[in-house]
């Protein structure tokens, strides 16, 4: 959910995201994690470990303890969640990977805007039309749009993961990067337990902690859950009317304005300037129109609507203009593919929809030690990629155009084999 972090299992949109796509660099957790699933987690600065010594994970627990009971936490209730808990080097290990390769955009859509998904979201829209218009009513998010997110999170409710959060978290807490981020996560979760929302032995999630049907970390579960069956509690587990309208609440949160789509394909007219396809360069749809870019259907969007351009498979792919509403689902899981796989999924709910430009699918990704290195050497020939991180963000995007140009290249501020290749030989 919201504040996806690190979200459910492995499997989910975010790992599968190639980082490349990660729009706000600066915002952009710690490389090679799973894309954070909503916001909150993303404003968390990033704690280092200290030098003293490690404590023992009793130590450890025993410093917890005390910091969840001055937070208010009962601490028979914190001595019987912790009871047994011991460290999961599964959890640890996920945390530590670091993959060198990720998959394409186009095979990432590929996958999470099948004909199945598809087929299956439009036979639950149509099983939950009257509570979806009544979460529509109240938080402005159509039911399209949060079967999708539904759907991308979750499979629909049928993959809520299987690890338990407070070991998952207490792990990460304890021994994983960014422990500071994690103990507010263990904090929340706790808080949560306390409220009766839902017993612990039933708070399973993946294993960085991302909860329910809708994936929500602990704070943002704790901000923005709601109990829209009226039966009491916030469950985002077994209620998938708490689980939507929970999601339909932390979009209104995000910014989310009602009846307005996510964006849309264009067409670029011939010699269009590619450094325009940049999350900085927000215009008006009118400004765009007045630059050439049509829109592939009527979009019926006032033409005062800002929107930037996307190019998210470079130049040679197809291109998008991303309204408002495009920036609040990055807020769920800040990622351009699974953004644009939540806006492309959720339009074809209504009806058949593909994306009619043609994805560079025989172009080979840059591997992450590929973009380190494409990193170094941008910033040996004098450009300022930032940080050899192996992220393709604000910075480094803007590296890239500075090269493109001198080599008199379209300057979309993409990556690729042909660009390395160039500087390999400088
Ligand atoms: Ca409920």
Known sequence: MPLHFPRRTLATAAHLLPLLLLTACAQAPAENLPAPSSG????QPLIEPADAPAPSFAEWRQGLR???????????????????????????????????????????????????????????????????KR????????????????GLESNFGSNIGSHSVIRSLATLAYD???????????????????????????????????????????????QHAVDFDGDGRRDL???????????????????????????????????????LADPEQRRSLAEWAELGVRPLLPSGVAASARANLSLPAGH???????????????????????????????????????VQGSWPRGERQLGRSERVELQELLAQNGFDPGPADGIIGANTRKAIRALQLQLNWPADGYPNEALLEQLRVR
């Open 40 to 43: 909150a987690a993303l404003s």
């Open 237 to 275: 587990w077994g209620s998938s009317t708490d689980a939507l309208a929970s999601a339909a609440h932390y979009l209104q949160a995000s910014g989310w304005q009602p009846g307005q789509p996510w964006g849309f394909e264009v067409r670029l007219p011939a010699g269009f300037d590619y450094a």
């Open 316 to 354: 040679r792919g197809p291109a998008f203009l991303l309204l408002d509403n495009f920036r609040s689902i990055l807020k769920y899981n800040n990622s351009t593919a699974y953004a644009l796989a939540i806006g492309l999924l959720a339009d074809n709910l209504l009806r058949p929809t593909e």
């Open 135 to 150: 979460i529509e009513q109240q938080y402005g998010v159509e039911g399209r749009v949060l079967v999708a997110i539904w």
């Open 66 to 132: 005390s910091e969840a009971l001055a937070a208010g936490i009962d601490g028979a209730l914190f001595d019987r969640v912790f009871a047994g808990i011991t460290p999961d080097p599964a959890v640890i290990k996920a945390d530590s990977s670091q993959p060198e390769f990720t998959r394409p955009v186009w095979e990432y859509l590929d996958g999470a805007v099948s004909a199945s998904r598809i087929g299956r979201g439009r036979v639950l829209l149509a099983q939950h039309h009257a509570v979806l």
């Open 176 to 222: 994983g990067r960014r422990q500071g981020f994690w103990r507010g996560q263990l904090l929340a979760a706790l808080q949560i337990l306390q409220n009766g929302d839902i017993g612990s032995d039933r708070m399973l999630g993946s294993w960085a902690g991302a909860m329910g049907q809708t994936q929500f970390m602990p704070t943002t579960y704790n």
